[in-house]
């Protein structure tokens, strides 16, 4: 599929503004909530999906929690005496115009079911605390073991959860092909033979999407 043209964008008066909602420390549950909400009502169709992925992600750096996925695969795979391979397609390939498109009216028909979650601060801070111990618990005590699964699972039980798995689709369309192609190039196949000669065992490769 063609790339898209129209790579993914922080500026944005909404996003911005939310941002600076949480602080410059740890923000807690509630605030995230608050801050979820204005993106949430506020963005544009064509905005909400964006700006509600980047915020989730700026939260996390905050937390000081960004990319533990990422350290605990390097763990892992340590453990494991496995190769690791880290990488991730360009920013300006993240999704096809078509498949960022479908993405974005996906999370856009889903405001409203989203909103009234948001606006239950119970039923918010319930969800999104027993979410956040079992992922970590997963990364931390168990090596990721599970980890994709666990997280398509959790974002199949918020609202927007059918949007979540559109984008979850559209983020592989151009992905996994380049993943695929990249485990051919010469210093891949290097790495790999190598592993195999001296541990007599096949090797695994883990991508670490991000990095």
Partial sequence: PRASSNALSLEDDVLQEAFVSLGQGAPSLAKLRRASLFV??????ARVF??????????????????S???????????????????DVPPTSFMSDEALQRTQHAFASRRAEMCAFLRNQDS????????RRLIRSTMRKRGGANLDLLMRSCWLM???????????????????????AALEEPEAVAVLRGAAGASQVVPVAVFVLGA
């Fill in 40 to 45: 949430w009502e506020k963005s544009g169709d």
């Fill in 50 to 67: 964006e700006n509600s992925f980047y915020l989730q992600a700026y939260e996390a750096r905050l937390r000081d929690d960004f990319a």
């Fill in 69 to 87: 996925d990422m350290f605990s695969t390097v763990e892992a795979a340590a453990a494991l005496s496995v190769p690791l391979m880290l990488g």
């Fill in 124 to 131: 918010f801070l319930r969800f999104e605390t027993a979410k």
């Fill in 158 to 180: 918020e609202p927007p959860g059918s949007a979540y798995e559109r984008m979850r689709e559209a983020l592989t369309e151009l992905r996994d092909p380049f993943l695929a």
